[in-house]
Every structure is written in C-alpha cells, then in structure tokens.
C-alpha cells in the first residue's frame, strides 16, 4: 500500500507540473509566430513538445524528492517557490503568443529564471536529487530568454 501512495505522490506532483503548459494549449498563434523574424538558431517547431515534456516531467519529480527529503519544517518554503516558478511559466505563452507581448513575455522570463534559481537553492538544501533535477529546466529557460531577446531584438 505504501508503495501505492508513493507513487500517487509522484503522479501528483508530475501533473502540477504540467499544469503550466495549459496556456500553451488554449493559445492560438494563428500564424503570427510563423511570420517573425527569428535567429538561425532558433530551434525547429517539433522540438519544443519533447523537450517540455522531459522537463515537466524532471520538474514533477523535483518537486516530489524536494517535497520527501529533508527536515518537514523547511519543505513549505521550498515547495512555494517550486509553486511560484510553474505559475510564472504558466505565464509565457498567453503574454508571447496570444498576447504577442515579446516584452513582457521577456520580463515573466526574466522572472522565472530567478525563480528557479531559487528553487534549486531551496532544494538543495533539502534533496540534491531535486536541485539537480531543476538544472536542465534552469539552462532551457536561459535559453529561452536569449531567443526571446532575440525575437524581440530583430522584430
């Protein structure tokens, strides 16, 4: 039975994670992304769904060894934080795609990446599974931030 509920824990946490991505779902571009400028090195459509899936998934289980690890008394702060990062990332694809704010949608970038920079300090005081497991997400998200200067730049 405990084996049962661990791994509804680790359901659970996965599915909060993915939660963000609901604004990429109900956003539609309507051609207007396709029609920017972009750098070359802006990545091929069909790599960003992959890509994001890992990293919920990896966000969903730091979530869950953040939450497991370490001392009861400090895993509230940490797991707020964790919170506060997915509503920031919730917040990207309605403020760039269906608000076509390519600033403000910087400015939630911005945002994030302090938030999960956080979060990995957070966690690593409480699994180092956990702030590992943010490491991926923390080096995208800074990714995403140069391409969304960059989008922003040339447009």
Not at 134 to 153: D, E, K, R, T
Request: charged share 10%; hydrophobic share 60%.
């Amino acid at each position: 039975m405990k084996n049962i509920k661990g791994f509804g824990l680790v359901a659970l946490f996965i599915v909060i994670a993915f939660l963000p991505s609901l604004g990429a779902v109900f956003v539609k571009t309507g051609g207007w992304y396709e029609a920017l400028n972009k750098p070359l090195w802006n990545p091929p459509a069909y790599l960003f769904g992959p890509v994001w899936t890992l990293l919920y998934i990896m966000i969903g289980l730091a979530g869950y060894f953040a939450w497991t690890s370490g001392p009861r008394e400090t895993r509230t702060a940490a797991v707020t934080v964790w919170g506060a990062q997915l509503f920031v990332n919730a917040l990207w694809s309605p403020l760039f795609f269906g608000l076509h704010r390519q600033d403000w949608s910087m400015v939630s970038l911005i945002l994030l990446w302090f938030l999960v920079l956080l979060c990995i300090g957070a966690f690593s005081l409480r699994s180092r599974l956990a702030a590992w497991l943010m490491i991926p997400y923390f080096l995208w998200i800074s990714f995403a931030g140069a391409l969304n200067a960059a989008i922003l730049a040339i447009n």
